[in-house]
């Protein structure tokens, strides 16, 4: 049972040359002009402030939810840094939503109460699948493919999406309801989270804080249990990120990397251009790693299994798979202590 939108790790396009590609596209709005391009849109405005000084599409996200919610934290911006261009590659899943995803595991931190835990992913789901709607993908490269509107599209228009989708969530099904329930109750019992257990650990290498763990929380089972980029390959973004990014607040740095990306200049995601780069490029190594180690980023190849369906979970329950994972989640960690 395999997604069309995530089995795509047989793509061509780089990290550098997707983001590379992509800033540029987010350049060419600043000669249009703010205020008439959002149409006095607030939220919209604060986003392409935030991309014009950042230069990358998940921290300038970050940075616009915590505007909005007048929130301090730029610690959330720095672990965020690395997501910018996909989770770890542009063939995973686009910044602009993982970087909400991220906030809103953070904003409503981990309920010990499986009720709240289905209600926390339920809003994910949702908000997934209106974005996947919205932009024809969920993944970076299937996003940029579409053309240089396709990349300002999902950026600038991500609040509107993420409002509506924890604002109204989707009803998760009976089946669905009881699946999830049955795998957070084993997950529970036996101490373990894919994206949690990677973070614990590196955290005598790392540090590891409750907004860090609170944020990665809805990673489990490949994305709100929806299969996708294993959350245990995204906890190790976020590590590399939280040590690795410095925030960038320049227009004019940001301008002159813009500037050698319409050149062509290869030069332009090199660490000293912008701050998030080494973050960028440390998500971008680790993700080639995990491919060659296990075949594919997607938790769905990795184990043919759809957490919605509940004879699929108690296979992946009965033929101790969760043993597997542990063994994933160790291996990230050591791979992410050896790049540090």
């Given at each position: 049972?395999?997604?069309?939108?995530?089995?795509?790790?047989?793509?061509?396009?780089?990290?550098?040359?997707?983001?590379?590609?992509?800033?540029?596209?987010?350049?060419?709005?600043?000669?249009?002009?703010?205020?008439?391009?959002?149409?006095?849109?607030?939220?919209?405005?604060?986003t392409?402030?935030?991309?014009?000084?950042?230069?990358?599409?998940?921290?300038?996200?970050?940075?616009?939810?915590?505007?909005?919610?007048?929130?301090?934290?730029?610690?959330?911006?720095?672990?965020?840094?690395?997501?910018a261009g996909g989770i770890a590659g542009a063939n995973t899943e686009c910044g602009a939503l993982t970087a909400p995803i991220m906030f809103l595991g953070f904003r409503n931190k981990e309920s010990a109460e499986i009720p709240d835990k289905l209600e926390l992913i339920s809003k994910a789901q949702t908000y997934l699948n209106e974005f996947n709607a919205y932009n024809g993908s969920s993944v970076c490269s299937r996003i940029r493919h579409q053309g240089m509107h396709a990349c300002r599209k999902a950026m600038y228009n991500f609040h509107d999406i993420y409002v509506r989708a924890i604002s109204a969530p989707s009803r998760l099904s009976e089946e669905s309801k009881k699946s999830y329930s049955l795998l957070l109750k084993t997950f529970d019992e036996?101490?373990?989270?894919?994206?949690?257990?990677?973070?614990?650990?590196?955290?005598?290498?790392?540090p590891v804080t409750k907004e860090m763990?609170?944020?990665?929380?809805?990673?489990?089972?490949?994305?709100?249990?929806?299969?996708?980029?294993?959350?245990?390959?995204?906890a190790g973004v976020i590590a590399?990120?939280?040590?690795?990014?410095?925030i960038e607040g320049s227009y004019s740095r940001v301008a002159k990397m813009n500037r050698l990306l319409r050149q062509r200049n290869?030069?332009?995601?090199?660490?000293?251009?912008?701050?998030?780069?080494?973050?960028?490029?440390?998500?971008?190594?680790?993700?080639?790693?995990?491919?060659?180690?296990?075949?594919?980023?997607?938790?769905?190849?990795?184990?043919?299994?759809?957490?919605?369906?509940?004879?699929?979970?108690?296979?992946?329950?009965?033929g101790q798979c969760m043993r597997q994972c542990r063994y994933i989640a160790e291996k990230v960690g050591n791979q992410v202590t050896l790049m540090i």
């Open positions: 049972m395999k997604s069309n939108d995530i089995n795509i790790d047989k793509g061509k396009l780089s990290r550098r040359d997707f983001t590379k590609k992509s800033i540029i596209a987010i350049a060419a709005v600043s000669s249009a002009g703010i205020v008439g391009y959002t149409a006095c849109n607030t939220k919209k405005i604060k392409i402030n935030n991309v014009l000084r950042m230069g990358h599409c998940a921290p300038s996200i970050m940075q616009t939810l915590l505007d909005i919610n007048n929130i301090q934290n730029k610690n959330m911006v720095l672990n965020s840094g690395a997501m036996n101490k373990f989270h894919c994206a949690h257990n990677v973070l614990n650990n590196i955290k005598d290498k790392i763990l609170d944020s990665t929380w809805l990673f489990i089972g490949g994305i709100a249990m929806l299969n996708r980029t294993c959350g245990a390959l995204t590399l990120s939280s040590v690795s990014a410095k290869n030069n332009a995601l090199n660490e000293e251009i912008n701050n998030f780069n080494r973050a960028i490029n440390y998500s971008e190594e680790l993700g080639a790693w995990f491919r060659n180690e296990f075949g594919t980023t997607s938790c769905r190849d990795l184990w043919t299994y759809d957490f919605s369906k509940k004879k699929d979970t108690e296979n992946y329950i009965s």
